[in-house]
């Protein structure tokens, strides 16, 4: 059985970066523009924790049921890599921000828990670019991206099969959103998911914990991974992949995999095997946080209403099925759409299935229309459909008589000699009338 | 004649604001001086004779438009090559950072030009402020104005001959475990390693970040404190830079010792060399003379100070320098010399797993216990007095193949530095005409204090009188 747990960075949208004032908005920004001494690691610079980046961690880990510590730290996670600027990268070790908390998903139909092991906030690093100039071959550092705030979110590894893990990727992005602390673009980079893979032994009928529980002896960690459906492929590509190693009776080398999207597989980036060392010791230049549990209340409190809640109370307040409140909760943006126009509507005696309909049927763009610009198109429309029936009959009738080729071209089989004649009604209406109530009362006449 | 060798911060500042003098004739002795005297000490990496002498010049026509100006307005000071200094090479004393020229301004730099000081050079160190001679330095060693060939201590070294041969009245230095204390003492100067915390890091080249405290060295207490007045307070760059108070660290500086209790603690005196006890003593008669009252202490973990020290700040040492990797600033890590890399791979060696819990954390729990020491011997003293070096200034190459020998030279000033309370080097005597100093430790935030003691001993005693030859 699968065996799959998930590291998740999301990339805060504070206005500057983790430890300085630099721009933390540097998406498509010209290289090194948005960098000083501090994001470039100069000789001297010293960080500076951006307490808007502390606080979006707070209120993302309440958000995921964590405990949010009271007491917390940065640590220096010590490693060689060209896009690193200090030779370390900020982060943290022992005292995350948050820690123990969990997420429910929809497996199939049924609502899986999903533990998160802890949530912590760490620096980005810089970027690097492979280029040829004059004919060398060369790698440009890119630092915009050094310093912004990133939150890396860690799974339990609790999920068994690679729609668990899209689910609840899915899941943390939609909160995300719906808190307004990121725009956790996977295509953008600003929401990265590194799937841990591995493959356990199923002792049918066991059900003691030390044999369902025990973790498989290596794990393979998936990057490169910037869709969901390519998080859905590359786990199920290496699903398959281990399952023939372990069947021809070996154990998969424990190691890092890179989704390559043109073939459509994995591909090993490095083994593990030389895993690293961080050297974690405690941030000297950052004193260490506390906070009283009144202001972590304080930030429980202002949370606003998530996707769990939101849905149920839709279901409930709106009497709406499950698949549309689905759809209306994807996004807060259109959820709170849908709740004016619901408002706006009431004084029409629209009901709020009518707009639910109208908003997902007519894929509205919610930037486009006001709410109560939809409610207007729809009481129009509404009254359009509402003509006199005796009224209607009586012209169809008229034109189905003058229009005698038209209806034989229909009964042989003509398909577009009906639109011709609902045309034809329309004009005598002034085109006044909605084209469905035109047509049904066509096909009635034309019935032998 | 104004005789320029025997000026203080405070004699200038009257010249300067009486006009008698002008900045830029001010400037320009000082630069000439420096010029000459360095061939000799080899005290500057860098002098920065163009810009001193521009800035003196700005100087020079805000006092004519008769603005008010500030005490170190005027006032020729070196930096030591660990201060970032915008536009000006910065270099570590490493050859890493030859040719190194930042982009911004250290915190301190900054405070000390709003102040119009003028920056005449940037002095020669061990590197990274690795040493306690100044033989580390990829630049050559600095000699020792009193004595040529003895060292001036380090690794604030150039700092140190470069105000006692009266190149410049004052210059900047870091103290992580004795680096200005030890070599103010082989200099006969006033150096100050303030609480840490009381001065911004912003800015100056890391070398351990939680010991790091960032101070100056002075002919005088006066002038001491003149420039801490500066120096000191919050910076929003620098997290650790303390909002405690900044006090004017120069008012009051005559209120004497009568009543004070001084802490002799009796771990710093059981096998002191017996010269430097001798002289030691004698400074506490003095104190006791001017109406201190002496009383003996213990520090009961002063002898784990050494061993804790080396495991913290090259443990700190080792993630600092990893950003000198060959990647940006020009030079490949093949020009660390042997000491950088020698505590590189020390410190990178605690941190590992496997080791960390039995030396970096084991460190930093007695690191607590000798904090803890301080804190109660200030329960029962007001200060505490003590010897800064084991040794009188010791000669060129006497100890740099001895990496432990150098590293025992710090056995008096790295407990302090743990603890990071403030402590002050005067000037106590000579001994075979050499400089000794002492060190007046205080509770965190007591310079003000640690200023009065040794204001009261200086003017009685006057050391600060005895020039070097040079």
């Known amino acids: 059985m699968p065996v799959i747990g998930l590291e998740v960075h999301i990339e805060l949208a504070t206005k500057s970066k983790m430890f300085c004032a630099c721009s933390a908005d540097y998406f498509g920004a010209k290289p090194n523009t948005h960098v000083c001494p501090i994001c470039l690691g100069l000789p001297g610079a010293m960080p500076k924790a951006n307490k808007l980046a502390i606080e979006f961690a707070q209120r993302f880990a309440l958000a995921l049921n964590c405990q949010v510590q009271l007491g917390s730290k940065f640590d220096r996670k010590n490693y060689f890599y060209p896009d690193l600027a200090k030779g370390f990268q900020i982060s943290q070790y022992d005292l995350p921000f948050s820690q123990k908390g969990f997420l429910e998903i929809l497996s199939g139909e049924k609502v899986k828990k999903i533990n998160i092991t802890r949530a912590h906030l760490e620096e980005d690093t810089g970027k690097l670019n492979h280029a040829t100039i004059s004919g060398r071959r060369v790698t440009l550092i890119d630092f915009n991206r050094s310093g ?47 799937p841990n893979v591995s493959l356990r032994k199923v002792f049918f009928g066991s059900k003691d914990p030390k044999v369902t529980k025990v973790l498989p002896p290596y794990k393979v960690e998936l990057k490169n991974i910037n869709s969901f459906k390519f998080a859905e492929k590359a786990i199920n590509f290496e699903i398959e992949r281990q399952r023939k190693i372990l069947e021809s009776g070996e154990t998969p080398v424990q190691e890092t995999r890179g989704w390559d999207e043109k073939n459509n597989r994995t591909v090993s980036q490095r083994s593990k095997e030389l895993a690293h060392d961080y050297r974690y010791f405690p941030e000297p230049d950052l004193t260490p946080f506390t906070f009283t549990q009144d202001y972590i209340n304080q930030l429980a409190r202002q949370l606003p209403e998530l996707p769990d809640a939101k849905i149920a109370r839709f279901q409930k307040e709106f009497q709406l099925s499950a698949y549309d409140v689905e759809i209306l909760t994807r996004s807060v943006d259109i ?86 004649l609902v045309g034809q009604v329309q004009r005598e209406l002034k085109e006044e009338g909605g ?13 032998p | 004649m104004i005789k320029l060798d025997d000026l203080t911060i405070k004699t200038a500042g009257e010249l300067l604001s009486q006009k008698q003098i002008e900045a830029q004739e001010l400037t320009k002795y000082f630069l000439d001086r420096a010029q000459k005297l360095n061939k000799k000490l080899n005290c500057y990496i860098t002098i920065c004779a163009e810009n001193a002498l521009k800035e003196a010049k700005r100087v020079d026509e805000i006092i004519a438009a008769g603005q008010k100006i500030s005490p170190l307005a ?47 050079g940037k002095t020669n160190q061990d590197a990274w402020g690795h040493g306690a001679s100044g033989e580390n330095s990829d630049f050559g060693p600095t000699l020792n104005p009193y004595d040529f060939k003895r060292v001036p201590g380090g690794s604030s070294s150039g700092s140190a001959a470069a105000v006692a041969s009266g190149t410049c009245l004052a210059a900047t230095g870091t103290d992580t475990g004795g680096s200005i204390r030890q070599p103010s003492s082989f200099c006969n100067l ?39 007045n500066v120096t000191a307070g919050l910076d929003d760059f620098d997290s650790t830079a303390s909002p405690n108070p900044v006090d004017d660290y120069t008012k009051d500086l005559e209120k004497g010792v009568k009543g004070l209790k001084v802490g002799l603690p009796r771990e710093y005196f059981d096998e002191l060399d017996s010269d430097i006890k001798e002289l030691m003593l004698s400074t506490v008669k003095t104190l006791e003379r001017l109406g201190a009252q002496v009383i003996d202490v213990s520090l009961p973990h002063t002898n784990y100070g050494v061993a804790t020290y080396y495991i913290v700040q090259t443990s700190e040492v080792s993630s600092n320098l990893a950003r000198y990797d060959g990647i940006r600033f020009g030079n490949r890590r093949e020009k660390f010399g042997a000491e950088a890399k020698r505590r590189i791979i020390l410190g990178t060696y605690t941190l590992s797993a496997g080791y960390y819990d039995a030396y970096y954390l084991k460190a930093m729990k007695v690191r607590r216990l000798i904090r803890d020491d301080f804190i109660t011997a200030f329960k029962k003293v007001d200060i505490l007095i003590c010897p800064i070096s084991p040794t009188l200034p010791f000669k060129l190459g006497e100890k740099i193949s001895d990496p432990l020998q150098m590293y025992l030279s710090d056995i008096f000033t790295v407990n302090p530095s743990l603890a990071g309370v403030p402590s002050l080097a005067i000037p106590c005597g000579f001994i075979n005409n050499l400089p000794v100093g002492m060190q007046i430790i205080g509770p965190y935030f007591s310079e003000k204090l640690l200023y009065q003691v040794g204001y009261a001993y200086e003017q009685d005693t006057k050391w600060y009188e005895r020039r070097p030859k040079v």
């Open chain 1, 148 to 194: 912004v705030p990133l939150m890396e979110v860690v799974s339990e590894p609790e999920m068994n099969n690679a729609q668990e893990a899209k689910a609840y990727a899915q899941k943390l992005q939609q909160i995300v959103r719906y808190l307004k602390i990121s725009d956790a673009d996977m295509e953008k980079g600003s929401m990265r998911i590194e």
């Open chain 1, 335 to 420: 959820a709170n759409y849908f709740e004016e126009a619901v408002k706006a509507g009431k004084r029409h005696q629209l009901t709020p299935k009518q707009i639910a309909n109208t908003l997902i049927n007519q894929k509205i763009d919610i930037d486009e229309v006001f709410p109560a610009k939809l409610v207007q198109n729809i009481i129009t429309q509404t009254q359009k459909t509402q003509l006199d029936p005796k009224e209607l009959e009586k012209i169809v009738k008229k034109v189905l008589l003058q229009n005698l080729k038209a209806v034989n071209d229909y009964k042989k089989g003509k398909e577009v000699a009906l639109g011709f």
């Open chain 1, 435 to 447: 084209p469905r109530q035109v047509k049904e009362m066509i096909l009635r006449k034309l019935k």
């Open chain 2, 74 to 120: 005027g006032i020729p000071i070196a930096l030591k090559d660990l201060f970032t200094t915008k536009g000006i090479q910065t270099t570590a004393g490493s050859k890493v950072l030859e040719n190194y020229v930042p982009v911004y301004d250290a915190t301190v730099v900054s405070r000390l030009k709003d102040n119009l000081s003028i920056i005449i």
């Open chain 2, 190 to 228: 006033v150096g100050l390693k303030p609480t840490y915390g009381r001065v911004s890091r912003y800015g100056i080249i890391a070398m351990a970040s939680s010991l790091d405290s960032i101070g100056h060295i002075t002919k005088t207490v006066y002038d001491n404190a003149l420039i801490l």
